[in-house]
């Protein structure tokens, strides 16, 4: 979808900006009785990445294992197996995620982070 020919959204840069304000965490949250992705309280945002990025690991490694199989139901067999997790299992899936994957790192001598922004906030339109 070619979003950067969309006008950008004025609740999109409210957005920007209350991200701009902070008060944010990111832990672990776990509920009395499930798992949550995030919540407010007094102002400040908690956020738990945990089940997005067990969600799209999983998604990744079936079409890796499955180069064969279409984006629907590589889509449905996610949902499929996330159903059947337990958060202690999301939980321990994200620590194995988080001890195997390489966070990659600005190449030496790439452009400077201004550079980068100018390019960003021209090209994607959200920036
Ligand atoms: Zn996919």
Not at 2 to 20: C, D, F, I, N
Not at 46 to 71: D, F, K
Not at 79 to 105: C, G, H, N, P, S
Request: with cysteine; net charge positive; hydrophobic share 30%.
């Amino acid at each position: 979808m070619p979003k950067h020919t969309q006008p950008r959204s004025p609740l999109m840069v409210s957005v920007w900006a209350e991200l701009g304000a902070g008060r944010l965490t990111e832990d672990y949250i776990k509920d009395k009785a499930q798992f949550v992705d995030g919540y407010i309280e007094g102002g400040h945002i908690y956020i738990n990445p945990a089940n997005a990025v067990v969600e799209t690991c999983i998604h990744e490694i079936l079409h890796r294992l499955h180069g064969e199989w279409s984006e629907a139901y590589v889509s449905n067999r996610t949902t499929f197996l996330l159903r059947r997790m337990t958060d202690a299992e999301i939980q321990q899936f994200y620590e194995e995620y988080q001890r195997r994957v390489k966070k990659r790192r600005r190449k030496r001598g790439a452009a400077p982070v201004s550079d980068v922004r100018g390019r960003t906030a021209g090209g994607d339109g959200d920036g």
